[in-house]
């Protein structure tokens, strides 16, 4: 039996000999679909520029992503602790999150202008959604017969959160938490490409505007690369910190 380990890369691998293979069998032009060696030849060839931006979209997607965590776990909890504040703002926020953020980014250039902070604010408001959901549902599913133990034994309600309320809602974190980072990913992005300069979004779209396609599909890999690596890190902080939930 294959290691769970080896398997990715092995699909990943075989996954790329055929993409290779489909380029060179039907001669498919290079400005169409680049074939991953030449996409290689084009990391290597051009790593400083290329760096140089993914640090940038790291930068603002893990700023933005910081928001969404701190605005998504207060948020989550008022929702999921008070049946009110639940009936107030669940419709508003599921209308909100309906909107297109990409629509959002010619108003946010409006308000802060071209650069960093769209870029920031968009991976914020794409990301917050899941993060508030999965807090507030981690939240209602705390059984009645536990609260109720709780408050047998004199407990307030700030200790029934913090002794029940918050260790339930941990799985239900972390599985928002992968979700919105690949989300803050896809903010980052849309925004560099239509307003920023720098930034992977910006470098694909420049190169784009030039038939340059193998460094459009290495900022693509790159961004891949980077949202892989970020997940990863939080799944291993998931299982240190969640060990009780996980079977086997």
């Given at each position: ?99 297109p953020k990409v629509a959002l980014v010619p ?113 693509l890999v790159v961004v891949g ?24």
């Amino acid at each position: 039996m294959l290691n769970r380990r080896v398997l990715p890369w092995l699909v990943t691998l075989g996954t790329f000999l055929l993409w290779e293979g489909v380029v060179h069998g039907f001669a498919i032009k290079t400005f169409i679909l680049p074939p991953p060696s030449l996409i290689a030849t084009t990391l290597a060839a051009q790593w400083e520029p290329i760096l140089q931006h993914s640090l940038q979209t790291l930068m603002t997607t893990l700023v933005g992503l910081a928001l969404a965590v701190g605005f998504g776990v207060v948020l989550g909890l008022a929702v999921g602790a008070s049946e009110k504040v639940y009936a107030g703002l669940y419709p508003l926020m599921v209308a909100f999150n309906s909107i297109p953020k990409v629509a959002l980014v010619p108003i946010l250039v409006i308000w802060f202008g071209i650069g960093t902070v769209p870029a920031i604010l968009t991976a914020f408001l794409i990301s917050f959604f899941p993060i508030v959901v999965n807090i507030a549902t981690g939240l209602a599913t705390v059984e009645p017969e536990l609260n109720d133990l709780m408050r047998s034994l004199g407990a307030s309600r700030l200790t029934v959160l913090r002794k029940v309320g918050l260790p339930r809602t941990l799985p239900y974190f972390f599985a928002a938490l992968k979700v919105a980072v690949t989300l803050a990913f896809v903010g980052s992005v849309i925004s560099e490409t239509v307003a920023a300069n720098a930034g992977v979004g910006y470098m694909m779209m420049v190169a784009g505007s030039r038939f340059e396609v193998p460094l459009v599909f290495a900022g693509l890999v790159v961004v891949g690369a980077m949202g892989i690596v970020l997940y990863q890190a939080f799944e291993w902080l998931e299982r240190r910190l969640t060990f009780w939930a996980s079977r086997g």
